[in-house]
Structure formats: C-alpha cells, structure tokens
C-alpha cells in the first residue's frame, strides 16, 4: 500500500459547471472513484490517484504549490492566476498539459445595448467591471486603452444597470445571460475550456510514471471522442477514391477478400465523426457492406 506522499492528487472542481465533465474523463481513464463522507476528496480505489475537490480559483495555487500534482481547471482561470502572480513578481510553478475539449466560453467585454460602441476609442476613460481584473488589464495594457476595471466577485451583469460601470467584461457561452441584461459582445479577449496543469515541482520516479500514464489515457480518450471504426468491401480499382473519402483516417488496412480477386476489404480509424453523407459518398465510389462502429478505447 503506497504512503499517502506516494499518491498522485488531482485537483478538480467541487461543485460547478466543470465538476461532472472532469469526473467523467477521469472514470473513462479506468479510474474508479469514492467520495469520503466530507466530500472533498475523491479515493481512486483502483489506482494511487485521488481527487481533491476544491472551488475552481484554487486550483491553480494547489498545483503551483505543489499541494496537487495535475489539475482540472479553465483556462480563464489559468490565465488569470498566471497574470496575477506574473503582476506580483512571481512565476506559475504549474505548466498547461492539454485542452480537455469541454467547458467552452470565451471571455468578453460587452456593452448597453443603446451604447453606440465604435471600437477600442470607445472604451477610454471608461469603467470596465469586471471579476479577470488580470485579463481585463492586460488586454488595455497592450492595446494601450486607458480604462479602469471594476472588480465584481460576481452578477457582474447588473453593473451598468446599477450605474458602477459603462461596460462589463465576463465569461459567455450561449449569451442569453447578456441578451437577458440588454448587453451585446464587443470584444473577446480570450477563448477557454477545461485544461490539465501539471505542477513543475518534480516528481519521484514512481510518480511521473503514474502521471504519465493517466495523461496518456485522457489524450486517448479524447482522441476517441469522435473517432469511428468504419469497415467496407470496395472494387480494387476504387481504393484511391475510396480512401480520399474515408473523414480524417491516416493509413487504412486493406485485405484482400477470398475468393473475389476485384474486391478488398477496407478497415479504418476515422478521426471525425462519419455522417450519412460520407456514406452516401463511399457508396457511390463503389463501397458495399459498410459498417461503421464507435471507438471505445485508443492508444497511441
Ligand atoms: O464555486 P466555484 O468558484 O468553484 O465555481 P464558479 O462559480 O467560479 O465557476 P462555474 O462553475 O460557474 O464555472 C466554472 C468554469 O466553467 C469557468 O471558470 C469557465 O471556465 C467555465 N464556463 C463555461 C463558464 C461558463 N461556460 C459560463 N457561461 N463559467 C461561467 N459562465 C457564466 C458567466 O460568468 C455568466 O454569468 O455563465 C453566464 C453566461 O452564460 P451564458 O450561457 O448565458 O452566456
Ligand atoms: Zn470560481
């Protein structure tokens, strides 16, 4: 049994948008999970891999301290952290692994809907309110805007309506939040989704072994995400057509069919989802039998 100092910690989000997406991704790396009774950490019962479940600001900190070995957090809030310590005269001791391909928003700044806004002259001399001060900043630093953010913790939306401030820069995704307050997307300033961080602190062998292995399997599983196994009979003679219409496949395995010296067999990795039409298309190339079957597991 390893000592608790021998087990990798991952910290995720406790409750919010991106707390069942990460668990998800994790249990799909093998990893089966229980809560203790408090609810903040999460046992691998299977691998020496656990959870610490945390509010989403501090994970960046966990694993820059070396508290956490990975992390599953927005990229928002990355680069947030990352601004913020670079503005207090230290480094991120964390480095970004991978995108997670969830959690999807952007951030922007967004003005009244009745504000006449004509471009980054209309933000002088204005207040900007807002909770990625960081962001904010840095953003009207390069564009040499001279405006003044407005820290909100949170309903930055009603800021205008409450007369604090002239626009509002803060996380969209589907935008209803702003249409809903009569506020319109003028300027994005960064598009995020979950990532992986991975502290710099060095590991023992054993563990950078462990954290290698479960990074191997999350690219897998997100290489699977919308990958197809398609399998197909076509006319020897069609194979280059065949294989220019097979969506994001590298080297198909071609076999030949017994009995039947014209035809082959074509088996192939799709990396995109493979629709109708592609089949409609495969088929009036000269494909028959074609079966396509979702990927579960992939190693590269
Ligand atoms: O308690 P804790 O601090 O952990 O949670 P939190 O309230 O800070 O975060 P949470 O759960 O709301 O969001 C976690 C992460 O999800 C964020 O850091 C982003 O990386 C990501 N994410 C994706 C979003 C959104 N989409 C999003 N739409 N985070 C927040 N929003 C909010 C936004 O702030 C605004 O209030 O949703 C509203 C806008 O949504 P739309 O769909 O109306 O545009
Ligand atoms: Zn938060």
């Avoid at 991952?10 to 790396?29: F, M, N, P, W, Y």
């Avoid at 401030?165 to 307050?181: R, W």
């Avoid at 280059?240 to 082959?264: C, F, H, Q, Y």
Wanted: proline share 4%; aromatic share 4%; charged share 25%.
């Amino acid at each position: 049994m390893e000592t608790p100092e021998q087990r990798i910690k991952v910290a995720v989000q406790k409750t919010g948008r991106l707390t069942d997406h990460s668990i998800d991704l994790l249990e799909r790396c093998g990893l089966v999970l229980t809560k203790s009774k408090d609810q903040l950490i999460c046992y691998g019962e299977n691998m020496p891999i656990d959870l610490l479940l945390v509010r989403d600001d501090d994970i960046p900190a966990l694993v820059g301290d070396d508290v956490c070995d990975l992390g599953i957090v927005g990229l928002n809030v990355v680069e947030e952290k990352r601004l913020s310590m670079e503005q207090n005269g230290s480094k991120g001791q964390f480095k970004q692994i991978f995108e997670l391909e969830f959690g999807h928003c952007r951030l922007s700044i967004a003005a009244p809907d009745e504000a006449r806004y004509e471009g980054h002259n209309s933000l002088e001399k204005t207040k900007i309110a807002t909770s990625y001060v960081g962001l904010l900043t840095d953003f009207l630093t390069k564009n040499n805007i001279d405006a003044e953010p407005v820290y909100f913790s949170g309903a930055v939306e009603i800021a205008p309506k409450l007369g604090r401030a002239d626009f509002i820069c803060d996380l969209v995704s589907t935008g209803s939040t702003l249409k809903a307050n009569g506020l319109s997307e003028v300027e994005t300033l960064l598009q995020s989704e979950a990532v992986v961080i991975q502290t710099l602190a060095p590991l023992s062998d054993e563990k950078q072994a462990l954290v290698d292995k479960i990074l191997q399997r999350l690219a897998g599983v997100l290489r699977v995400h919308d990958s197809k196994y398609i399998m197909l009979h076509a006319p020897r003679s069609a194979l280059a057509d065949i294989r220019a219409l097979l969506p994001g496949s590298e080297a198909p395995t071609v076999m030949p069919l017994e009995g039947n010296d014209d035809k082959v067999a074509i088996h192939a990795v799709c990396r995109e989802n493979v629709f109708w039409e592609t089949l409609e298309n495969l088929k009036a190339a000269g494909a028959s039998s074609l079966l396509v079957l979702p990927v579960e597991k992939m190693l590269a």
